[in-house]
């Protein structure tokens, strides 16, 4: 190879690296034992560098780790393989050492993070322990604070049941003292016992003052207004035998009857010495509330029983007391006035009856009626029930004579077996006690007063 030659090729070892020798390399083959193959011709391709990130030389095919060729250089091309494999070294050691650098920057970079990542960790592990500390430390206090509340509660329960009880035992003795002191308006048995029968002995000496003896009417036909229903009350028969009883001897038995009807209906129940319109709602409210109209049976509970009677008594109590001159002057008017109304009634019905002396008649009736308003108010104003006992319609058919509450009119024989044929005055039951209690007991004050046949 000319000096020329070497020129040109050295200048262009930069493009394509030399062609090796054929000759040389089939020799280097049998030396080296390695397989036979054909000459290859010139490798006139770019010589290619090795890339910085290629662990191993890419120069030949035939070796992994070095960069020698598998053929021994010959001459000029030798020294010039020997030169450019000294620089690649030096290029190969400078680019790992730059690699190295970047990995060792990379592992640095990556082990900071990783320290960052576990200092961050960490922090976050202690927040959380110090929320958690936190936590628990709040629900102690509010365990302690609900505790504490709770048992402050069940105190207070305990304190308000024990006012309720102490409320509830001082309410009763209030209503003992009002009842026993001056709540109500009490009187004696003794006392209600004298009014009544006074009452029924004006009544009897009435009708056999006026009555007795004399000559009854052709006919039964009393002028309205009169009380005729109250006359089929005490006989309740036919015609003719309404017409018997209103003939016979005992006329006046039946005239006593009738007045104590008319009296029970028209002065005790409608209450006018509190005033004609308010006598007028008083009773009907009192009808809406009695608890022995309200249920299927006449005896109410005892205690509903007592709360009425005291409503009852007190209410009277007080529209009474709240009573001023000119109000009890135009209530003892309108008394007056009801008064002649029921006394006019009952004339049209005894005149019906019997012949009598209308004048002295009416004076009696009169009286017993003004007698009859005092009896009635004394009642109202108690707290005990008084019921007038007549119901001889509700007896058997033909009721018997019964010595626990019953008793002949006087001058009349008591026989062994007696028909009752009609009450002539209505016992008197009494149900509590005027100091509002007792309720759940009952006494007969007076029995009824019969007339029977001989």
């Given at each position: 190879m000319s000096h020329q030659s070497d020129q040109e090729y050295v200048g262009s070892r930069s493009r394509t690296p030399p062609s090796p020798d054929t000759t040389s390399q089939w020799h280097h083959s049998v030396i080296s034992g390695r397989p036979m193959v054909s000459a290859p011709v010139a490798d006139v391709r770019p010589f290619l560098s090795r890339p910085p990130y290629a662990p191993y030389s890419l120069y030949s095919p035939h070796s992994l780790y070095t960069s020698s060729p598998p053929y021994t250089p010959i001459g000029g091309a030798g020294r010039y393989d020997q030169t450019f494999q000294s620089e690649y070294d030096v290029s190969m050691e400078t680019e790992n050492d730059r690699i190295i650098s970047g990995l060792r920057r990379d592992v640095e970079y990556e082990r900071n993070r990783r320290l960052q990542c576990e200092t961050r960790s960490q922090e976050q592990r202690q927040r959380e322990r110090r929320l958690q500390e936190r936590l628990e430390g709040f629900n102690r206090v509010f365990q302690q604070k609900e505790d504490k509340l709770r048992h402050e509660l069940e105190e207070k329960e305990k304190e308000v049941a024990e006012r309720t009880r102490q409320w509830k035992k001082a309410a009763g003795d209030l209503n003992r003292l009002r009842a026993s002191a001056q709540g109500f308006y009490q009187i004696t048995d003794e006392y209600l016992t004298g009014l009544i029968s006074s009452l029924r002995f004006s009544i009897r000496n009435f009708s056999l003052q006026y009555f007795e003896g004399k000559s009854s009417s052709n006919t039964f036909f009393a002028m309205p207004p009169n009380y005729r229903g109250h006359v089929r009350a005490i006989l309740p028969g036919k015609e003719a035998e309404i017409y018997a009883g209103v003939h016979s001897k005992r006329n006046h038995q039946i005239?006593?009857?009738?007045?104590?009807?008319?009296?029970?209906?028209?002065?005790?129940?409608?209450?006018?010495?509190?005033?004609?319109?308010?006598?007028?709602?008083?009773?009907?409210?009192?009808?809406?509330?009695?608890?022995?109209?309200?249920?299927?049976?006449?005896?109410?509970?005892?205690?509903?029983?007592?709360?009425?009677?005291?409503?009852?008594?007190?209410?009277?109590?007080?529209?009474?007391?709240?009573?001023?001159?000119?109000?009890?002057?135009?209530?003892?008017?309108?008394?007056?006035?009801?008064?002649?109304?029921?006394?006019?009634?009952?004339?049209?019905?005894?005149?019906?009856?019997?012949?009598?002396?209308?004048?002295?008649?009416?004076?009696?009736?009169?009286?017993?009626?003004?007698?009859?308003?005092?009896?009635?108010?004394?009642?109202?104003?108690?707290?005990?029930?008084?019921?007038?006992?007549?119901?001889?319609?509700?007896?058997?058919?033909?009721?018997?004579?019964?010595?626990?509450?019953?008793?002949?009119?006087?001058?009349?024989?008591?026989?062994?077996?007696?028909?009752?044929?009609?009450?002539?005055?209505?016992?008197?039951?009494?149900?509590?006690?005027?100091?509002?209690?007792?309720?759940?007991?009952?006494?007969?004050?007076?029995?009824?007063?019969?007339?029977?046949?001989?």
């Amino acid at each position: 190879m000319s000096h020329q030659s070497d020129q040109e090729y050295v200048g262009s070892r930069s493009r394509t690296p030399p062609s090796p020798d054929t000759t040389s390399q089939w020799h280097h083959s049998v030396i080296s034992g390695r397989p036979m193959v054909s000459a290859p011709v010139a490798d006139v391709r770019p010589f290619l560098s090795r890339p910085p990130y290629a662990p191993y030389s890419l120069y030949s095919p035939h070796s992994l780790y070095t960069s020698s060729p598998p053929y021994t250089p010959i001459g000029g091309a030798g020294r010039y393989d020997q030169t450019f494999q000294s620089e690649y070294d030096v290029s190969m050691e400078t680019e790992n050492d730059r690699i190295i650098s970047g990995l060792r920057r990379d592992v640095e970079y990556e082990r900071n993070r990783r320290l960052q990542c576990e200092t961050r960790s960490q922090e976050q592990r202690q927040r959380e322990r110090r929320l958690q500390e936190r936590l628990e430390g709040f629900n102690r206090v509010f365990q302690q604070k609900e505790d504490k509340l709770r048992h402050e509660l069940e105190e207070k329960e305990k304190e308000v049941a024990e006012r309720t009880r102490q409320w509830k035992k001082a309410a009763g003795d209030l209503n003992r003292l009002r009842a026993s002191a001056q709540g109500f308006y009490q009187i004696t048995d003794e006392y209600l016992t004298g009014l009544i029968s006074s009452l029924r002995f004006s009544i009897r000496n009435f009708s056999l003052q006026y009555f007795e003896g004399k000559s009854s009417s052709n006919t039964f036909f009393a002028m309205p207004p009169n009380y005729r229903g109250h006359v089929r009350a005490i006989l309740p028969g036919k015609e003719a035998e309404i017409y018997a009883g209103v003939h016979s001897k005992r006329n006046h038995q039946i005239i006593q009857a009738l007045i104590w009807r008319v009296l029970v209906a028209d002065v005790f129940g409608r209450f006018p010495w509190v005033g004609g319109k308010t006598g007028e709602s008083f009773k009907h409210l009192r009808t809406k509330l009695d608890p022995a109209q309200s249920g299927d049976s006449k005896r109410s509970e005892p205690e509903a029983e007592r709360k009425f009677q005291t409503w009852s008594a007190t209410t009277i109590g007080l529209l009474l007391d709240a009573q001023s001159p000119e109000e009890q002057s135009q209530i003892q008017q309108g008394v007056e006035d009801e008064t002649a109304r029921i006394v006019g009634c009952l004339l049209n019905t005894l005149e019906a009856m019997v012949k009598f002396e209308e004048q002295e008649a009416e004076d009696g009736l009169t009286s017993i009626i003004s007698e009859a308003y005092a009896v009635g108010k004394e009642i109202s104003r108690q707290t005990a029930r008084i019921t007038w006992m007549f119901d001889l319609e509700k007896e058997p058919e033909t009721p018997q004579l019964g010595a626990e509450t019953m008793e002949l009119e006087s001058g009349q024989h008591v026989k062994k077996t007696q028909e009752v044929s009609w009450v002539v005055a209505p016992g008197v039951m009494k149900r509590g006690k005027s100091t509002g209690e007792g309720f759940d007991h009952e006494e007969m004050l007076l029995k009824r007063i019969i007339s029977s046949d001989e």
